[in-house]
């Protein structure tokens, strides 16, 4: 058999380069992607480069470990006390199964890789911190900006009679925390605390207000120390049950059993410009007041409300954390101290809906920020008017 003809096997050689690199064209830049047809179906303008500044859950509705391994490479190094989970932020081909003309006809520098990197070039590999864990994300210029897609689930009425703080320091684990059996009840107050504990409190201190008010105040609000309440910001408290060791589910890689896309939150008494200029500028301050569909007028720190169990105005276990209403606390909750059968005998209730009804333009500060200027509620009307039954 003749070898063949160097030119031919040059020429076959040729061919096959020229498939080859026809072959890459159509797969990159003919065939469509899956984020293509779906932006197409979303919008006419689907090449408008400034979408791709931010990773929307919203519109991705994928599996969370199909971007999301679980733990992440770099889990041991990102804490003192570290625990396997997802630190870091997903691999490329992640993005490229969707995205792929984004990353590849976007110019030397494609929009899309800022949402990880602060300077993207092959010469510089630098990322911005990825959102977990929350107490370093936090700390940093972009957690303090960013805004979470998603809302905690956390059911209460599993957790309030099996959850304590540890006084045993020879059963602590890493937090102090421990997890009992639903025999070995403790009250509610000690289950509360380990996850609610007050923030910025006063304590000694003789400065009550949170930043020096302006002279004159009267009653209008200024935000005092001691008024909110902390929650859990990352996984560590809950990771200190749910973890592979104990076997309790959901397990640390079950994303979306806790994490859900967020729903519209219902209108909160706030006032941004107010906050302001009280220099409220903490992130957790800041989403917390936002979510308050009461005032920021009520002081948990304050002596008469620190004695009080949580369950005098909370209804604990049928707080469901995904929905606002399960966790307004009703206005008869206030009865005892603030409102009375008649005005007379001295209730703030009885008092500012006297006055209002004296001058519709009088706003309700005693307990109210923006709800104040606002029609009063059949519920405070009720309220008063049911202590009045009972006498």
């Known amino acids: 058999m003749k070898p063949l003809n160097k030119n031919l096997i040059k020429g076959i050689q040729f061919v096959v380069v020229l498939v080859f690199f026809g072959f890459v064209f159509s797969f990159f830049l003919i065939t469509p992607s899956k984020a293509r047809i779906l932006e197409n179906k979303q919008s006419k303008n689907f090449d408008d480069q400034t979408k791709y500044t931010v990773f929307p859950h919203e519109t991705h509705q994928l599996e969370c470990n199909s971007c999301h391994k679980f733990p992440s490479s770099n889990w041991e190094k990102v804490r003192k006390e570290a625990f396997p989970d997802i630190t870091d932020y997903p691999k490329h081909e992640s993005c490229l199964e969707c995205h792929r003309e984004q990353f590849f006809l976007s110019g030397p520098k494609p929009t899309i890789c800022s949402i990880c990197h602060t300077n993207p070039s092959p010469n510089d590999g630098s990322r911005h911190p990825f959102d977990n864990p929350r107490e370093i994300f936090d700390e940093t210029p972009k957690g303090k900006a960013k805004v979470s897609d998603f809302q905690i689930h956390f059911a209460h009425d599993k957790h309030i009679d099996i959850v304590s703080r540890n006084e045993n320091p020879f059963e602590q684990n890493r937090n102090g925390f421990t997890f009992f059996k639903a025999s070995h009840k403790r009250s509610n107050e000690d289950s509360c605390k380990v996850c609610h504990q007050t923030y910025r409190p006063q304590d000694k201190s003789d400065e009550e207000y949170f930043s020096p008010p302006p002279k004159g105040l009267g009653d209008a609000f200024w935000l005092k120390k001691g008024t909110f309440k902390t929650v859990p910001n990352g996984h560590t408290t809950c990771f200190t049950c749910h973890n592979t060791d104990t076997g309790i589910t959901p397990a640390q890689n079950e994303c979306a059993t806790c994490h859900k896309l967020k729903q519209p939150f219902p209108k909160a008494d706030f006032d941004m410009q107010l906050a302001e200029k009280i220099g409220v500028t903490e992130r957790f301050m800041l989403q917390s007041w936002q979510k308050r569909d009461s005032s920021g007028a009520f002081r948990h720190e304050f002596f008469s409300h620190a004695d009080l169990s949580c369950s005098t105005c909370h209804n604990v276990n049928k707080m469901d954390t995904l929905d ?27 008092y500012e809906i006297d006055s209002r009804k004296k001058d519709a333009k009088f706003e309700c500060v005693k307990c109210h920020i923006s709800f104040g200027k606002m029609d009063i509620p059949n519920s405070h009307l009720k309220a008063i008017s049911e202590l009045g039954k009972g006498n």
């Open 324 to 350: 606002a209403k399960t966790k307004k606390v009703l206005v008869s909750s206030c009865a005892p101290c603030h409102i009375t059968a008649t005005s007379d005998e001295g209730g703030i209730l009885n």
